[in-house]
């Protein structure tokens, strides 16, 4: 037995009669509610049952929004022109958000000396090293212990050889000079002589 039937008879033995409104959405669902208003129970209705309507916002066929937040309950009704009229609300207040702002004495002092900063930064070269030259006269002239003089003179370690000559040292061993070679001992001979 279908649940719709069942439901049929138990409203029959009951004496009840509960009419549930029906409407459709733009796409021709049928949706029933006992009233179209917020906090009802809201179906689509199916041949064999009724299911909850989905999370979502939905036009029905009268132009009229409806809303659920939560699976199978109504939040609201609204229609197209309370919709238009909120989207105009919120445009409006992000054009007032966009108003022109302008910059204070303060903040255009600073921005001229960040601009000057990175011309400075950007000097050529020749002008940098001239600099270094005359920072290094600085410290120069500054008084530098003998000792640490002597010690910053010195480098800091021992050169490395690159020389790339490579010293064989061959090692002979000879045990039991005096017996006959074996083909093992002339192999070893010819290896050891390459």
Do not use: C, W
């Not at 796409?27 to 509610?33: H, I, K, P, R």
């Not at 916002?57 to 009229?85: F, H, P, R, T």
């Amino acid at each position: 037995m279908k649940p719709s039937e069942m439901l049929n008879q138990v409203k029959t033995l009951l004496g009840v009669e509960v009419k549930l409104e029906q409407m459709k959405l733009e796409n021709g669902t049928v949706l029933e509610a006992d009233a179209f208003a917020e906090g009802n129970e809201i179906f689509i209705v199916t041949e064999d049952e009724r299911v909850a309507l989905p999370v979502g916002d939905y036009v029905l066929e009268d132009g009229q929004i409806l809303v659920v937040e939560e699976e199978g309950i109504i939040k609201e009704m609204k229609s197209e022109e309370d919709e238009a009229k909120e989207e105009e609300v919120e445009v409006e207040a992000e054009e007032e958000e966009e108003e022109m702002v302008y910059a204070t004495k303060e903040e255009l002092a600073e921005v001229k000396l960040m601009i000057e900063e990175i011309k400075e930064m950007l000097e050529p070269k020749e002008e940098k090293e001239e600099m270094a030259e005359e920072t290094k006269e600085e410290l120069s002239a500054q008084e530098i212990p003998t000792e640490v003089a002597q010690e910053l003179s010195q480098p800091a370690a021992e050169p490395i050889n690159t020389n790339a000559e490579v010293s064989k040292t061959q090692v002979k061993f000879n045990i039991a000079s005096k017996r006959k070679m074996s083909t093992l001992d002339r192999v070893m001979s010819k290896m050891n002589k390459l």
